[in-house]
């Protein structure tokens, strides 16, 4: 296998679409290309990233530890995909309005695939001094938008009420249970929610937008303002790792899914997240886009339909898994430094993934 054009484009794309890059890509299970390019920080200071950079996964939370975390609370019986969220959530069947019987219908698997009705997003982070328990409950007392399973339209909202329907059904904070479920199980090592409490340095992670009121970049603090209100803990923003971590994440699952390897998740259950599970622009599994050809413009034009699924994060980072071709392609990036005003991410996604899977 011949990396040398993936690499040569990551070359180019240091200094214009993002400062800096880690990349990890997975072939039947094992490890078949890593690098590590460009920049972790430009401003105040120029500092290179390396393999064991951190970096914000931003939106990966959702598929990595929300999802993950729901699917080994399954395998627990703790709780069923089609159960009805307030029957956990009581709260979850009001708003501000007072009980809402078309909202009380929503069911668990809805959060996961955003097909629960709920918007795309809530400025919980402009709510004032409020404590991590009462944002909660303000994102459980949302509005919806349309009928609970009528169809997908992406919403954090759906994932930060997620956060709180595992804890109240668990007991524990989800940051401890992504610890007990999915990293203690694979080792992992880099992969933490707020990672300066967990022994890490500024210098060890990438660097993203800068503060407006300090003016230097946020180091190792979650970019995403409501996971950052949320004391930096929750099911849609988050979690911090490296791309050699995130990708044997996502290779566990595919091992699960195809039967070779249950220390994630059992077969049965691996399949039942890797499926559509709701339709709409963008059709999702559980926590997952499910590619499609002609519609998942980010992820190139080489997947397998309907095999693969994928997710990007806000902050430049994306993870895609194609069952059919039994792979896994991590991209890690911090576009969104110093400013989240560089998107040409967009543009690049699509290479990134059609280089990979061509180049193997």
Aim: overall charge neutral; proline content about 5%.
């Amino acid at each position: 296998m011949d990396f040398g054009k993936l690499r040569a484009a990551l070359a180019r794309a240091v200094g214009d679409v993002f400062p800096g890059a880690s990349v990890a890509v997975y072939k039947d299970g094992e490890p078949v290309y890593e690098e590590a390019l460009g920049y972790a920080e430009l401003v105040p200071t120029r500092r290179s990233t390396t393999a064991e950079t951190l970096y914000d996964l931003a939106s990966l939370t959702k598929p990595l530890a929300a999802s993950l975390i729901v699917a080994r609370l399954v395998e627990e019986g703790l709780l069923y995909l089609k159960q009805r969220v307030s029957e956990i959530l009581p709260e979850y069947s009001r708003t501000r309005a007072g009980h809402d019987e078309l909202k009380s219908r929503t069911e668990v698997w809805m959060l996961l695939s955003h097909a629960a009705g709920l918007p795309p997003s809530l400025p919980l982070y402009r709510f004032g001094r409020r404590d991590r328990a009462e944002l909660l409950e303000e994102a459980a007392r949302s509005f919806i938008c349309c009928p609970p399973g009528s169809r997908a339209v992406y919403s954090d909202v759906g994932y930060i009420v997620l956060t709180a329907l595992v804890e109240r059904v668990s007991g524990e904070r989800i940051d401890r249970l992504f610890e007990k479920l999915v990293a203690r199980p694979l080792g992992l090592r880099r992969t933490v929610y707020n990672p300066l409490e967990h022994g890490f340095t500024e210098d060890q992670v990438a660097s993203t937008e800068l503060d407006p009121e300090t003016g230097l970049p946020l180091r190792g603090v979650v970019h995403d303002e409501n996971a950052r209100a949320l004391g930096g803990v929750s099911g849609h923003a988050g979690l911090f790792s490296t791309a050699a971590e995130v990708a044997l994440m996502g290779s566990e699952l595919l091992q699960a899914y195809l039967g070779r390897s249950d220390r994630l998740l059992k077969r049965a259950t691996a399949a039942t997240v890797l499926r559509p599970w709701a339709d709409g622009e963008n059709p999702y599994g559980l926590g997952w886009q499910v590619y499609r050809k002609g519609i998942s413009r980010l992820f190139g034009d080489l997947l397998t339909d309907g095999r693969a699924f994928c997710h990007t994060g806000f902050t430049g980072t994306s993870i895609c898994v194609d069952v059919e071709l039994r792979l896994v392609a991590v991209l890690l990036s911090n576009r969104v430094h110093p400013s989240r005003e560089n998107t040409r991410i967009a543009g690049f996604r699509p290479v990134f993934h059609n280089l990979v899977v061509s180049c193997l």
